[in-house]
């Protein structure tokens, strides 16, 4: 009774390994192959892999190239930086908190906008062009307040007067968009009653 326990865990655990049948190996991968084909790789698909990858690189070549043509002087012309008064940083009213720059923003955008709807005709250019020299001197002030800021430094005056200099531009654009709509309106009257 003598019988080492390795010897007996050994050979308990090869009886309960399950034995393939000889030559399933060779059946399984048979039906493997009947079932799933090798795909021989279409010789189309392959040209359009290439083309594609020609023509990634062909773009990357032609944008840098584009670029490089850009960013070069012409001979000739040398690049020399002269310090100025332009060099110094200056501040706007959007500078000076995320708030203003938010509210500079928006008057900024709105009359970017408003200008951009403007139907100008024959009829209405004399009009528009009045508004537009008022607009032009609207716009002259704001650069002198934005002088007045960078010199003297932020001060509520300054920045309630840049704001007011918005605020009034957008109301003159909004008076002019609702006197051509009354012109307009006028003159689709006049034609009606004729």
């Known amino acids: 009774m003598n019988q080492d326990l390795r010897t007996l865990c050994k050979d308990a655990e090869e009886q309960k390994k399950p034995r393939l049948n000889s030559g399933h190996r060779a059946r399984f991968s048979e039906r493997l192959h009947q079932e799933f084909p090798e795909r021989k790789p279409r010789p189309i698909l392959f040209f359009l892999k290439i083309a594609a990858a020609l023509f990634i690189l062909i773009s990357i070549g032609v944008y840098f190239f584009v670029n490089k043509e850009v960013g070069l002087p012409e001979e000739g012309t040398t690049l020399v930086k002269s310090a100025s008064k332009t060099d110094v940083q200056e501040i706007s009213l959007g500078d000076l908190s995320p708030d203003l720059k938010k509210v500079e923003n928006y008057y900024l955008a709105t009359i970017n906008l408003e200008l951009a709807k403007l139907e100008v005709s ?35 005056q300054t920045i309630s007067a840049l704001i007011q200099n918005l605020q009034l531009r957008l109301r003159l654009l909004q008076k002019l968009k609702d006197t051509l709509i009354e012109l307009k309106s006028s003159k689709n009257e006049t034609a009606i009653s004729i």
């Open 122 to 156: 024959q009829e209405n250019k004399d009009l528009v062009d009045g508004f537009m020299e008022r607009l032009a001197e609207l716009n002259v002030e704001y650069q002198r307040l934005n002088k007045e800021l960078n010199t003297i430094g932020p001060n509520d």
